[in-house]
């Protein structure tokens, strides 16, 4: 194997020992916590009043300009990592380079504040 | 002669493909649950697990910057557009029972073709032979020289793309 892939048995070993230990506490706390169930203690809590309806929902089509916005600004935040991780070797020019295609993204999100999708109404 | 290539390796790759069989039996299992569950909502979340273990194979070839991408754009930025666009136009949330197409049996012999193509190919093109690892890797820094010295121009011609398809995304999401 790898030296590389060998630092990310790092990771596969941190996130067992994650999983591990949730699962031990939930375990236990299963095991000798008191289980005494009543249909008053399974509805859903909401506020002290009993739930309506049920929990799913059909959400705001205004929510859809920022999911549209994140999706651009994602894109973006993947050609900001390589040069990130590597950001001394580039020096003045890969900041320049970099600051030139952030601004010019960000006039996209200007262009959503002048429209007023910004706003929460 | 899919089977010889995978096992032949050495005693030191028999740990990068059991975590390559592993993974890939978990994601066509959970790829099996994307098409079989009544649940729209839930068939997404289960891509989100089809996803990330593609990001894992990635990270099991060494493409470190691929895998990131991958987790970033896939099971980020895609499953948000999906799980918006789900609870923005269903009229019906929760379990459907008819969600199956008529014609879903014919696209059973349309995957075996694209298996079969796919396979063959790959096989043609390779065979027996073993890649050998580039040294150094694929690494993230050697992506990043790329990007700013010889690949310059069209990375800030992607920045207009990308403008133009925020400000396309804002027309069309608001008409008014």
């Known amino acids: 194997m790898s030296e590389f892939l060998r630092d990310y048995l790092t990771v596969v070993w941190f996130g067992a020992a994650g999983v591990l230990l949730g699962a031990l506490l939930f375990g236990i706390s299963a095991l000798i916590r008191p289980n005494h ?24 089509i205004r929510y859809y300009v920022f999911a549209l916005l994140f999706v651009i600004f994602d ?5 900001l990592f390589p040069w990130a991780a590597a950001v001394e070797r ?24 002048k429209r007023g999708l910004l706003r929460w109404v | ?43 997404a979340l289960w891509l989100v697990i089809v996803l990330s ?8 070839a060494a493409a470190e910057f691929v895998a990131v991408s991958q987790v970033l754009v896939y099971v980020g930025a895609v499953m948000v557009l999906f799980l918006f ?20 049996a014919l696209g059973i012999p349309v995957a075996l073709l ?11 093109l390779f065979g027996d032979q073993t890649i050998e690892e580039a040294p150094g890797g694929a ?38």
């Open chain 2, 53 to 60: 273990g593609m990001a894992a194979q990635y990270l099991l």
């Open chain 2, 114 to 124: 694209l298996l079969g193509v796919m396979g063959w190919a790959i096989i043609d």
């Open chain 1, 75 to 79: 894109v973006e935040a993947v050609f």
């Open chain 1, 37 to 60: 169930p009543t249909e008053q203690k399974v509805i859903a809590y909401e506020s002290g009043v009993d739930p309506v309806g049920i929990g799913w929902s059909q959400s705001q």
């Open chain 1, 90 to 113: 580039y020096g003045t020019f890969g900041l320049v380079v970099m600051l030139a295609f952030i601004f010019l993204l960000l006039d996209g999100l200007i262009y959503a504040w």
């Open chain 2, 1 to 43: 002669m899919m089977v010889p290539v995978l096992l032949a390796a050495s005693e030191v790759n028999v740990a990068l493909n059991v975590a390559f069989g592993v993974l890939a039996v978990v994601m066509i299992g959970a790829a099996l649950f994307v098409v079989t569950t009544k649940n729209v909502v839930h068939a």
């Open chain 2, 139 to 176: 690494s993230t820094q050697a992506i990043s020289d790329q990007i700013l010295s010889p690949y310059l121009a069209p990375f800030l011609a992607i920045t207009f793309v990308l403008l133009a398809a925020a400000i396309g995304a804002i027309v069309l999401a608001r008409k008014d």
């Open chain 2, 85 to 104: 666009g789900i609870m923005l136009t269903r009229a019906q949330i929760g379990a459907e029972g008819n969600l199956n197409n008529p014609g879903w």
